[in-house]
């Protein structure tokens, strides 16, 4: 497999992203203005704590208190002891009101949460993880020889500060005990350096930032299953050449400089993160996967599209489900989809078929450096997983919320718009002794309540005894509408008329008129200009003089 690295470098942000086989499979994003906080190691203060949730709020200094769970509070000298015994104390026993602690944080703040920390600080090297605060020592499950576990387990033992713990990387399979204690070296000199600073400074106090994002590649990705690393910046690259001439010298073969325009788009990356943020995604063979993220879960949905197989309905849907499991795992790293996944494969009878989809979809997850759990099939038919949440998802990072329909993805119907709409105008008439009422609403909206030939219109003006003048406008969002009273008639022509008699204006043609086909109909912001003889015209930009204008629309002549 080509396993490629491309590094882009630009004023406001730097982008990562690792190629398999040329195909994207991961994206890292960090933007000058919004530096990630994972790894980050804090001095704060507990402000509140929380005995009926077992947890505590802790001031470290940003814009909202850290959440410190008891498990990540209290001693132990096995990270794993309590999750293995299931034994717990009480938060109040470990934490005071008012106590300063070392945090650090694990979980970056999401929405409305803050981040969650924990004060088992870890300190990663390129071959170790120094543990500070626990005796212990893990290797990485990605190594999978019992005798290669054993010798490193048997080097890691040898080199670890007494009272301190170790996890041996995945990187450090091979690698001999001069490698660790060079790690050892740096990372014990920085937590002593760590417990300098949180001597000397009052709380709440930034103790330590963790490397920016190309560094943090070079020592957590990059490493010899990598074929090539490319940068395209002159500066990152010599940078990156001289952090490798102390972490791993026989890596700077594999980097180039790569100073084009616009490296990612001649990648096909750029295409491929904007199908990222899409809901659905096509696979080769025509199905579709639909890919819902929730705040409590993602649901991912598999449809047979237009694949309609050459056999059976039983391989048709089991080839579908096998080329859906593969992407599926793909998309979970490329969107950085973490939490509680569901994944709705249509339904397979024989359970052969479940179990080779089953397979697949493991093995294709093995390739992903996150934590996630396969935890099998309910009775539904569905396969449930979790996917540890570090980081935001690509989602969260590039885009935001509609401001209009708050991450609905809808918005309401003209028709519902317009129903409420005439509800506000009665209200209005009824409150109101002006005799006349100004409409301000979206062009669709507002042809609604103006009717065919102004029919409505009419009819509304009956129903409330008052004048009533409707315009459009395209500056109004579809949900957005202005209605007020207004006793001056010449301010509300000048507001709802935007053409004069005579005046000569260019429109475009957008359709027949409905009961002459030889006039077209042209709008300007949402006001009706009925072309005399522009029926044949219809998609081109005319120039027209304005012969006659009415309440809700002018009529107008070819120039």
């Given at each position: 497999m080509l396993k490629e690295i491309i590094i882009n470098v630009q004023e406001e942000e730097t982008r990562v992203a690792v190629l398999e086989d040329r195909v994207l499979m991961e994206v890292y994003i960090e933007r000058s203005h919004n530096q990630r906080l994972v790894g980050n190691i804090f001095k704060g203060k507990v402000e509140n704590v929380l005995p009926g949730m077992q947890a505590a709020f802790v001031d470290i200094g940003l814009e909202k208190n850290a959440f410190l769970y008891v498990e990540d509070a209290q001693p132990t000298r096995n990270?794993?002891?309590?999750?293995q015994t299931g034994y717990h104390v009480n938060i109040g026993d470990v934490l005071k009101q008012g106590q300063e602690i070392i945090v650090q944080i694990v979980k970056e703040p999401i929405g409305t949460k803050g981040p969650r920390v924990?004060?088992?600080?870890?300190?990663?090297?390129?071959?170790?993880?120094?543990?500070?605060?626990?005796?212990y020592v893990g290797i990485s499950r990605r190594i999978e020889s019992e005798k290669e576990r054993e010798r490193l387990k048997e080097l890691a033992s040898r080199v670890k500060p007494d009272g301190m713990g170790v996890i041996v990387r995945t990187v450090a399979e091979g690698v001999e005990e001069e490698e660790f204690r060079q790690d050892i070296v740096l990372l014990s000199k920085l937590w002593r350096k760590i417990q300098s600073r949180a001597t000397n400074c009052a709380a709440p106090n930034s103790l330590h930032r963790d490397v920016e994002l190309v560094q943090r590649m070079l020592r957590d990705i990059f490493s010899e299953d990598v074929d090539r690393l490319t940068v395209d910046s002159r500066s990152e690259y010599e940078k990156t050449l001289e952090i490798l001439d102390m972490i791993d010298p026989k890596l700077k073969l594999k980097v180039c400089l790569d100073?084009?325009?616009?490296?990612?788009?001649d990648y096909g990356i750029t295409v491929e993160l904007e199908k990222a943020l899409k809901k659905k995604v096509w696979l080769k063979c025509g199905?579709?996967?639909?890919?819902?993220?929730?705040?409590?879960l993602t649901a991912i949905d598999v449809n047979t599209g237009k694949f309609v197989g050459s056999t059976t309905l039983e391989d048709t849907v089991l080839k579908t489900n096998l080329d859906a499991a593969v992407e599926i795992a793909r998309q979970l790293r490329l969107r950085n989809i973490g939490g509680i996944i569901i994944v709705d494969f249509i339904d397979m009878i024989a359970e052969d078929h479940r179990n080779q989809v089953l397979a697949v979809l493991e093995e294709q997850i093995k390739k992903d450096k996150t934590?996630?759990?396969?935890?099998?099939?309910?009775?539904?038919?569905?396969?449930?997983?979790?996917?540890?949440?570090v980081r935001p998802s690509l989602a969260e990072v590039v885009q935001k919320?509609?401001?209009?329909?708050?991450?609905r993805g809808k918005v309401l119907s003209e028709e519902t718009v317009s129903i409420k709409l005439k509800a506000q105008i009665y209200q209005l008439a009824r409150q109101t002794i002006a005799d006349t009422i100004l409409v301000e609403a979206n062009p669709v909206v507002a042809a609604r309540l103006i009717g065919a030939g102004g029919a409505t219109l009419r009819e509304l003006e009956?129903?409330?005894?008052?004048?009533?003048y409707i315009r459009g406008s395209a500056t109004h969002h579809l949900e957005q509408v202005t209605v007020k009273a207004i006793s001056d008639q010449d301010e509300i022509f000048s507001r709802t008329v935007p053409v004069k008699n005579g005046e000569i204006i260019e429109v475009k043609v957008e359709e027949l008129h409905i009961s002459n086909p030889a006039d077209g109909i042209a709008r300007l912001d949402g006001f009706i200009i009925d072309v005399e003889g522009g029926g044949a015209m219809v998609g081109e930009l005319v120039s027209v003089e304005v012969v006659k204008v009415y309440r809700t629309y002018a009529k107008a002549i070819l120039v």
């Open positions: 990270p794993e002891v309590n999750h924990t004060t088992h600080i870890t300190l990663p090297g390129r071959y170790l993880v120094l543990m500070p605060t626990v005796d100073e084009r325009e616009n490296i990612f788009e199905a579709y996967l639909v890919i819902d993220q929730a705040e409590a934590k996630t759990n396969i935890l099998g099939i309910t009775q539904l038919g569905l396969v449930e997983m979790t996917r540890k949440k919320l509609c401001p209009y329909c708050e991450g009956q129903k409330i005894g008052k004048n009533l």
